[in-house]
């Protein structure tokens, strides 16, 4: 299930014209240049938000990942990029889940070759955070610019290493982050992948935006259970198609509502 209310193509990608739509429920999309589509979006009130002892354990789990941000189009593009990216969703949903299918005739969750359309070329989404092993134990004498969290702490035991964990394609303007299309690596040889992975990558995220100056951070949608790891967020607010509301129980009812009318 997909859940849409609406659905609109924009030609003018000014921040005033995208944080105004997007604070009426709409995000972009991969489909098409200018797509947007209005859903049970939900965002993060940066102003609202702390972390939590649960998000301080995840972070602690994950600090040994860094991130840069790099504008898109990305100009170090290369072929493992959308195979990480079609091998995680395929493993995470499955091939051609329906609901998550936006590559034409491609029976694929995600095609590599949608990962490459939006990556180097102007499409909807204009930034992709990289993230990278960033701290390892160093042999002695070597320089070390490790980053903890994303930030950068010298250390003469630590060294930056420069082993692609993940990436998260993102929309940002100069009141929002849209922390849209997250892929990471699920059989990285020189990493143990810890579970809270994908979690320590969204909390580095929404961290950098609050470190921004950022209003909002959105998450995406709430269409059905798999969106609950989404609620744990200090400042969280749901989209109900006319306003935007912070009870989450409410929510919650609602995504069960969904399940069982596609049962």
Not at 90 to 114: I, Q, W
Request: proline share 3%.
């Amino acid at each position: 299930m997909y859940l849409n209310w609406n659905a609109l193509t924009i030609d003018v990608f000014s921040d005033n014209k995208i944080n105004s739509l997007y604070n009426e429920g709409y995000l972009f999309t991969r489909t098409g240049k200018g797509d947007m589509y209005q859903t049970r979006s939900i965002r993060i009130d940066l102003s609202k938000f702390e972390l939590s002892s649960e998000n301080k354990r995840v972070l602690k789990k994950t600090e040994d990942i860094g991130f840069k941000v790099y504008d898109i189009p990305y100009e170090k593009y290369d072929w493992s990029i959308g195979k990480m990216a079609k091998d995680f969703y395929e493993t995470r949903f499955g091939r051609g889940t329906p609901a998550l299918n936006r590559a034409k005739g491609s029976g694929l969750v995600f095609s590599a070759n949608k990962i490459k359309e939006l990556l180097t070329t102007k499409h909807n989404f204009n930034k992709l955070f990289v993230y990278s092993l960033s701290l390892r134990e160093a042999p002695e004498g070597d320089e070390a610019i490790p980053s903890k969290n994303g930030i950068a702490t010298p250390s003469t035991s630590l060294r930056a290493r420069n082993d692609s964990v993940g990436y998260v394609i993102c929309h940002e303007t100069n009141e929002l982050l849209h922390y849209s299309y997250p892929f990471y690596n699920l059989d990285l040889k020189s990493y143990v992948l810890s579970p809270n992975t994908g979690m320590g990558m969204m909390l580095q995220a929404i961290i950098y935006a609050q470190k921004q100056g950022k209003k909002y951070v959105y998450l995406g949608s709430a269409k059905d259970a798999k969106a609950k790891y989404k609620l744990q967020f200090a400042g969280l607010e749901w989209f109900d198609g006319k306003t935007w509301q912070t009870d989450l129980e409410e929510l919650k009812q609602q995504i069960m509502q969904n399940k069982q009318q596609a049962d």
